[in-house]
């Protein structure tokens, strides 16, 4: 590279955090895992088409990978304070390759049915539960605090770029090449690789093994802290209702309007994902180079967050395919500032010991309705129609999100000078070489 291409490489804040070595084996890993998320996005909805007829079945789907998460978030946050996050994720991410491998070879030899995909499906989110909290809480450890805001950009632009534009498009043309049953089989190779990735990472967590408290004493403790801060406990109800109202929804009800409704093709049902993942690939880069938090981070957060809900509505009114793609660009858009800026605010104010635990709870607590959804989005569709149930849904998850806005002490960190006065708390100097 020339030194003047050096130089303007180098003015790109949100690269800032690929200077530091684990952090790039952690982003090569996490991108090629997401493309096969991508892929699996898409290969699902099509398997499960193909196996059974009509939305249902891919709720039960739904319920079957969102059931283990609420289950064993909590305990796998407390593990991922007290173990080596390295382990546990490459421990996830074995899981996982061994749960879509399976699907994979039973799909192409015909022998996969609804039951074996199922129980395959709760391996699958049990395999996640295990690698979301240590995933989410190793950054830290990994980058400095003043890095955490284009680190965290990058996460969003590789999340789409890969889960919801690259993905959903290989994932789509693997389908119709090869068969689905091949697409979940190069699903399973990226979790091989995420793997590698992530055993190459030299950042050790100063683990706290040989302490005395048990597990249950220190989920207790997390526990305790959550419900002491205002601001993160309403947010986390709030995502609740709100996640209830629209995940089952968006991810049953959306692919099966633009596949059925829109008669969408494999590919262009990739697009509409695709442009979703565009949407937040602008917002993570945005966010990147600007490298700071806005002056009202949740005041923010919560409007980013209600409009991505209202975009559910629009799936519920759509007529053209490119329609369905504008909606989708401004829901995942709303959405990826909306993690940003979360995150950044745990990142910087939860101490770094209990940071595990609340990222846990914030999965658990967020994703507790999602079974629920999940379980009556097939009813209500078949009741009031799909599109119906997708207004529904958008307009009800949008008001509930902007009442939590307004509870005293929701928005306290941008009021009190929290978020300026927050320091460091490394556990070690991250490794830059």
Do not use: K
């Not at 800032?16 to 996490?30: E, H, K, N, T, Y």
């Not at 858009?333 to 950044?344: C, D, F, P």
């Amino acid at each position: 590279m020339t030194e003047p291409a050096r130089s303007a490489f180098a003015r790109l804040g949100v690269v800032r955090p690929l200077a530091i070595r684990d952090f790039r084996l952690l982003w090569i890993g996490m991108t090629v895992s997401m493309v096969g998320d991508g892929i699996y996005v898409v290969a699902m909805a099509l398997q499960v088409f193909e196996i059974s007829d009509g939305p249902g079945a891919l709720a039960m789907v739904g319920l079957a990978w969102s059931a283990p998460q609420v289950i064993l978030m909590l305990a796998s946050g407390a593990l991922s304070d007290r173990l080596d996050r390295r382990r546990l994720m490459i421990a996830g991410d074995l899981i996982r390759l061994g749960a879509i491998s399976a699907i994979g070879l039973l799909s192409v030899t015909g022998e996969l049915t609804m039951p074996l995909l199922i129980g395959l499906v709760v391996v699958f989110g049990a395999g996640q539960a295990i690698f979301q909290p240590a995933f989410s809480s190793i950054l830290p450890t990994i980058v400095p605090q003043d890095l955490l805001v284009e680190a965290n950009s990058l996460s969003q632009i590789v999340r789409p770029a890969s889960m919801l534009f690259l993905g959903p498009l290989i994932g789509g043309l693997l389908s119709g090449l090869i068969g689905v049953g091949g697409a979940f089989l190069v699903d399973g190779a990226t979790f091989a690789w995420s793997a590698v990735m992530i055993f190459l990472i030299r950042t050790r967590h100063v683990s706290n093994e040989g302490q005395s408290t048990s597990l249950w004493a220190e989920i207790a403790e997390g526990i305790r802290y959550v419900r002491g801060q205002t601001w993160i406990w309403a947010a986390l109800v709030a995502a609740t209702v709100s996640l209830l109202c629209v995940w089952g929804p968006w991810e049953v009800l959306v692919p099966y309007i633009v596949t059925n409704d829109l008669h969408a093709s494999e590919f262009e049902l990739g697009l509409v994902f695709g442009a979703g993942g565009l949407g937040s690939v602008l917002v993570g880069l945005t966010m990147g180079q600007r490298g700071t938090l806005p002056r009202r981070p949740l005041t923010i957060m919560y409007v980013a967050w209600a409009v991505g809900m209202l975009m559910t509505a629009g799936f519920g009114l759509a007529t053209a395919i490119w329609q369905a793609m504008v909606f989708g660009f401004i829901a995942e858009g709303s959405i990826a500032l909306l993690i940003v800026l979360w995150y950044t605010m745990l990142q910087r104010l939860v101490p770094r010991h209990l940071l595990g635990r609340v990222i846990s709870l914030d999965w658990m607590i967020s994703i507790a309705g999602v079974p629920l959804s999940f379980a009556i989005v097939g009813p209500l569709a078949g009741a009031f129609g799909a599109d119906t149930t997708l207004i529904g849904a958008g307009v009800v998850g949008a008001a509930v999100t902007m009442a939590f806005m307004f509870v005293r002490g929701a928005r306290d960190p941008e009021r009190d000078g929290r978020l300026d006065a927050a320091a460091p708390v490394a556990e070690r100097s991250p490794a830059s070489t």
